[in-house]
């Protein structure tokens, strides 16, 4: 997959965008959250600025040896818009070090402020146009569906963030779980799932297909549509997340997670304790 999806050289990052950089950067490598990086920026910044300071860190995580294996779709559900309080999607870069086997740990203190919500993935069979896409050019590129649990997390302290501080801090990946069991579009009507997540055994957050973005393949073209502006469209093999599909619940070390999405199966996490053996 391409990653110059921003278009800023490495000697011509502006110094607020690589000041924000930097702070996130270290937040993640400190476990330590950082203030808001808005503020860095006139009038709290714009989005090309903060998906450069995102693309600053997903350089710098491929410099490391890091792999992105696709991207994610945040902000899709009108819950979770109105508990960060914006109003668009955003995507960020997913890496294969994110990824969490069903029904493992997460290890205690890999993220700073974790919470939980249960999406639909898609998987790439085919490369994606290099212009703007359509239903039928996603219908035609997944090659299967899964459901799955992203834990979204923020380098940003108490979650204090606007949409540039989110884009900024990589659309607030943390990491992802993956259910064992694909499943071709034909067996199943993605807008119309019912999804509940329940944590320690209880209910936690419940919703639907229609949720996100009136379903999970809108946003898939919303996402597939951006990138390819940005000259970095899907390719063959690419993960998706195509966003919540109800509320984000706060996680604490302890608890286990499970989300059920009807027609795609079942998905679990649990968050290991201190001291616990990973």
Known sequence: MSTAIDGVRPDAVPPAVAKAADLLAEAARSGVACPPVRHLFAGGGDLESAYAVQQVNVRRGLEAGRRIVGRKIGLTSPAVQRQ????????????????????????????LQPKVEAEVAL???RDLPERACTLVDVLRAVDFALPALEIV??????????LVDTVADNASCGLYVLGGTPVPLDRVD?????????????????GTGAACLGS??????????A???????????????????????????????EAH?????????RFATEGEQQ
Request: proline letters at 7%; aromatic letters at 4%; zero cysteines.
């Open 190 to 206: 993605l807008r119309a799932v019912t999804m509940t997540m329940e944590r320690n055994g209880e209910t936690a957050s419940e």
């Open 261 to 269: 999405i009807s027609d795609l199966g079942s998905v679990r996490v």
């Open 153 to 162: 997390d923020s380098r940003v302290a108490a979650w204090d963030i606007s």
């Open 84 to 111: 960060l309080g914006v109003d668009r999607p955003d995507f960020g870069a997913l890496f294969a070090d994110m990824a969490v086997p069903d029904g493992e740990q997460v290890p205690a203190g890999r993220l």
């Open 123 to 125: 998987v790439l069979g």
């Open 227 to 257: 990138l390819a502006e940005r000259g970095a469209p899907l390719r063959a093999g690419d993960l998706v997340l195509t966003g919540a599909l109800g509320p984000m619940t706060p996680a604490a070390p302890g608890d286990t997670f």
């Open 216 to 225: 999970p393949l809108n946003a898939a073209v919303w996402l597939a549509s």
